[in-house]
Structure formats: C-alpha cells, structure tokens
C-alpha cells in the first residue's frame, strides 16, 4: 500500500502550524508555502501532511479512534518529537513514551493530540 499523503482537519490555523512546525521540525520535514491561506502543507520525500480548514465551512471534529502514525528513526527522536508537541500546545494521550509488542513487533511508541483533538503517534521499530 502506498500512502501519499494524510490531510486532518483545524479550527484554528495559527495554532496549529506552531504545533506542527516544532513536530515536523524534529521529523526533517519542509513546510511548503501555499497560495490557500486554508491550508498549511509539510513535505518530506514525497511523503505530504496537510491540515486545512473544512472545506464544507463546518468545524472540524478530531476522528474517534482515528490516528495518524508517524515513522521515525529511533526511539531518541520519538521522545524528542513527543517533547516537542507537549512544549507546542499538544497533549500526551495513552501511556507515556515506551517500548510495547504490537502484532508481534517491538516498537517505541509515543501518542499526542494536536491542539484540535487530531490523535498522532509516532513510532520505532526495534
């Protein structure tokens, strides 16, 4: 399966790209400025995340048992990414940074909420 790109959804852009700047600042990814001053695009590879006001003029809600994963290079920069959305206005959901078995995988977990609810984890494989 190839994933091109996650798009979540904002009430509140501002906050949100502080958010996602110190995330995606540990992660190496660009923010690509837009001509939709409803958007903000971060790239990394080809890899896109977007997060954008609802295009129906509705709120955004966050998805219940929704989450976007996140890949990183090692269990140091799942806890340095997990640091910096708590310091950007996110909040630790589930249990604290650590190893878990998941399908038989040992991975390095770590889990957030985005200042609109949006559940991420970034994770390791050991």
């Known amino acids: 399966m190839f994933l091109s790109h996650v798009v979540v959804g904002s009430n509140d852009l501002e906050k949100a790209k502080a958010f996602y700047d110190a995330l995606f600042g540990v992660m190496g990814a660009d923010f690509c400025p837009q001509d939709n001053p ?8 080809e890899q896109i995340f977007i ?33 910096a959305g708590i310091r950007a206005g996110g909040t630790a959901v589930e249990n604290p940074p650590g190893e878990r078995v998941v399908m038989g995988m040992k991975l390095y977990l770590a889990y957030l909420r985005d200042p609109d609810g949006n559940k991420l984890c970034a994770f390791h494989k050991m």
């Open 51 to 83: 997060i954008t006001r609802p295009i129906n003029g509705e709120a955004a809600t966050a998805a219940n048992g929704g989450t976007v994963g996140l890949g990183l290079s090692s269990p140091e920069d799942v806890r340095r990414w997990h640091e």
């Open 38 to 45: 409803d958007r903000i695009v971060y790239q990394k590879d």
